[in-house]
């Protein structure tokens, strides 16, 4: 039985929660969050005690931190946490910065502990499913990758000015897919950013508009749009094809009830957002961390996986400046 | 909280086991199952206790109890959990014996219990949205629906042997749903069966392929067909036609993979069997039953339409050797 | 070449007129309407001279003819025409009395002429392409048939009143692809025939909706619904179940646009009608006709194949009446 | 009537032939074709008279001249075709070279003869009712386009050599498609090539996979991605996001069929090739400049349209060398 501290109690929290309270082999023993509001209701819902993080860092029957408070707090979470020696589920991003994310992962290799990064969409049945596919060679080489990511629903101008931006919020999924299909790094970025949705992004000099291609060496092609503007729902989809064909994962929809009607045959729209099209992968990836830590083994995402993605956010930042393929350099 | 008592350790006793454990206002207290093994196994996944019938209907802590044993026990336990005043979530069919089933309901009425019969296709999410839809006249009268029904496998000759039958344990699902959709009720149905799969269906006088049509007093007709051999998975749909348009429910599938080969775009094939299929169902019934129980109202799926359901079965099994349509008579 | 005159200037004619003119190897060379309008605007468009039916007949450069005139002229035209050694392409039915249909028959096989019965369905690249898939046994043995077949529009109370009857003129277009999909023929019929959409039809002792259940000996089966009232567009799909697998061919659309708005995903309705829906067969009816009298063969859809759906049309009306499977002679 | 006389005999001279054959107001009187056995075969199945150039252009009665010879004969046959004020349906590009494609427009403005130039795919119905919604507002503000454009066939490395290279052959048709969408002229273009496929595409400084970005002045932006190796058949879809929505038009299939087997659902490839898949699109945009000339209206598609699109492709050659958004300067 692995017992949790679980970091955060805000929506990303509350999903961690049910999932940890669910899962047969584990168990939520302590909520820490400084809202006492948040985490009283976490506390009630699961029967995990409220306490700090002194209290939980050291209890030694902790065997498993879940790391989903703000994201500013991440890194130092998970340097204590490896310090006293507690396997680390981290939500992403590690942090905003590339130097101290650096410093946590030297944190981690030198504590010796198991890290995983909350990259979910991994663990998506379809995308998962995909992925395996394409890792039996079903489609031969892989030439160019396509990824669709919009969101139905934008940041708050308030959110958003104390966040890390659109791409290393919202893109950093999509680049971690892009490596993930890839089956090469990426070598070269480019990024067009526009202002089209809300004022407010072009202010803080953000971009709720967006697409993006990334180059292998060989040559290989991915394309990545997204939009914080999606008012038929949460669309993710993805797209790969290769040397003897082409497999695609689409979204998800609530039924399967189709209307025939006198104007249209219609059907339902895809899942809202993360929580519903996600479910499934927030709780595989917790069972994957789960059996991680029960068996001793390295997680398939881990802290190097974070940090690469947030180069690729470096390079698109600057691409969408320059107007031109930025490297990447890992 | 609800304290149960679940009565039969097999497969679908399994399912409704780990949906009780889940559900965040119920407790599964006591297994029993004359099985040691059986009850031994749920009990390990559960925390619940291995008792005797006498025993768990003798404990006034339990509120409800949950009949998934052998169909034969079923009007037996529900008669003895009705005489201590517990309520009543019993898997179809009640009795295969019209008279035993009548008998039962007369205990439950006396006893004045709460009782819900397990027709959980009611709550697959895609055919309760379909039933919402036509509750809200969105296609206007209805005049004609489409129930294909079709197992990925037979069931054993031994099993075919000791049970109802194919009409009685296979088509009665089907049935509550011509009368849950065709909003009248049925009062002339057709059958034809035929025996093209397994030979031991045609000794046990049994079928194994079967088409039926069933008719409102308004002449709404539902037609609804029946295989025991669907190599391409669980075949579960449902159409329904109006004077203003037409509803469809499909099968579900385990991803939204597509792929495109040389010769041909394939996506997956439907969800198994029931136990994948109607997960949601399974879950969503009991929900339905708790809260029932919590609130005290009647269950929408009670002891009327096990006992309307079987007598379609009756029909059924009249038409088949008659060739004629046959009288309905509830 | 092949040189054709055309009976009757109405819908069908004009769609088989324009086919004619369009194929390379066939010319339109007379037109025979009692109707002088409607004669003289198939003439216009195509350059057929308007004559009368001797005329046409005894002209023995006419190689064809194609019957699409009125119903009850079919029979007498055939005769007429086999006589003259013409080659004869006619439009369902021969004739709505089975005795007549059997004259024609004789008359057909004494001249020893070529003919064709217009179930232009049977050449519908779907239908077809799904036909030649069970023939070369890719889903096994046939075990089931599902054929769903909605008119879009109902035919006046004037034209119901004139014509043989919703099962003689719509039902038996179904009744062939019964025939041709089951691989047996049917030995029992059951009809289930309603009248929920126009009171016209109830009226004239007909039904605007009905259910069938087709049987071969062997116990194959075939469902079929019509409905005289489809809103969202001419309903025609094909479901055929075998021992190794399911096959299904649906509607199509003008177009494959589909729009993700904020209430829900939609796409076209299918094809508004036949003329819409099968143009394609009806294109491809002619090109098999002057294939076969080019080449001296017989075609695949004969003068006994128009008998033999007339004959499940007469079970139909019979098992409707009587509430009871019907035998099938042919 | 409109008289046509049509230049070159080659694969889509034949298709245009076709289409001008069954067009009930146009005729094809001559056929112009250095190679005898190619105009000959043309000649054959159309009656059309074989001349040369001269004849043709001398000829008072030709209205209109269809160019699909030889592209670097494109703009000497449109000149000489204005100077006899004949009306000019010329296949793309007008000329490789931009100072050549601007003569020919000069020519062409100072004859003011009307001139449509081949981007057939602006006629595909389902392109065609996208862009009809678009226009009636119906998913608001365009965002975003992404254009997806796969051949099933690479070009030969001989023809590959002749030719204009892979941007001007093939992506010009989607840098057309992405101007007709975007509402706005894109300002910006960035392109990124690889060679993947086959070796002597890399040997001709060409590409045989590719991603593009193009950006309007108001940061609309339009994803295009190419291939020459699509093994699953011709893939021509596009997708439209809007500040209310979003369109797709995807590929269409030879035949409805769907195939449920024990291992997946199968359905038909998308159609091969631009023959197949363009063959409605062929017919309609020779009606379009049939309707045109009857009624002396501008094409929807003109001159202009093909020289944008070529000032595209230059963008594009420059770009995927300058690894760098270039500007588009019409």
């Known amino acids: 039985m692995i017992d949790f501290c679980l970091f955060g109690a805000g929506l990303i929290g509350s999903v961690h ?8 082999k584990a ?4 909520i820490v969050d400084p809202r006492p509001d948040a985490a009283q209701r976490i506390a009630s819902l699961t029967g995990a005690q409220i306490v700090d993080t002194n209290t939980a860092l050291a209890d030694p029957e902790i065997n498993a931190v879940l790391i989903a408070s703000a994201t500013k707090t991440h890194a130092d979470l998970a340097i204590a946490a490896a310090a006293k020696g507690k396997a680390i589920f981290c939500e992403k991003p ?3 910065d590339l130097g101290r994310t650096d410093q946590c992962l030297a944190a981690i290799t030198q504590a010796d502990v198991l890290f995983q990064i909350g990259f979910n969409r991994r663990f998506d049945p379809s995308f998962r499913a995909l992925k395996q596919r394409l890792d039996k060679n079903e489609i031969g080489a892989i030439e160019q990758v396509i990824i669709t990511s919009r969101d139905p629903e934008a940041e708050t101008e308030e959110a958003l000015a104390g966040g890390g931006g659109v791409f290393r ?3 950093i999924h999509d680049f971690d897919m892009a490596r993930n299909l890839l089956g090469e790094e990426p070598v070269e970025l480019f990024a067009s950013g526009s202002c089209l949705v809300l004022p407010y992004y072009a202010k803080l000099g953000d971009y709720d508009t967006a697409m993006f291609i990334l180059r292998t060496a060989s040559g290989r092609q991915c394309h990545i749009n997204n939009s914080v503007r999606a008012v038929y729902g949460y669309d993710q989809r993805i797209e790969v094809h290769g040397s003897n064909g082409m497999l695609q994962a689409g979204n998800r929809t609530p039924t399967s009830v189709e209307a ?4 249209a045959v219609s059907r339902d729209r895809p899942l809202y957002f993360f929580v519903e099209r996600y479910a499934e992968s927030y709780a595989a990836e917790l069972d994957h961390f789960v059996e991680c830590v029960i068996s001793s083994r390295n997680p398939d995402v881990g802290a190097k996986d974070g940090r690469n993605a947030m180069i690729l956010c470096e390079a698109a930042l600057a691409s969408a400046k320059s107007g031109r393929f930025e490297p990447v350099r890992f």
């Open 17 to 24: 929660a049910a999932n940890i309270v669910r899962h047969p």
């Open 27 to 30: 168990r939520l023993r302590y």
């Open 94 to 96: 590690i942090d905003l």
């Open 169 to 171: 919020e919202m893109t």
């Open 260 to 263: 025939f009607g006198p104007q």
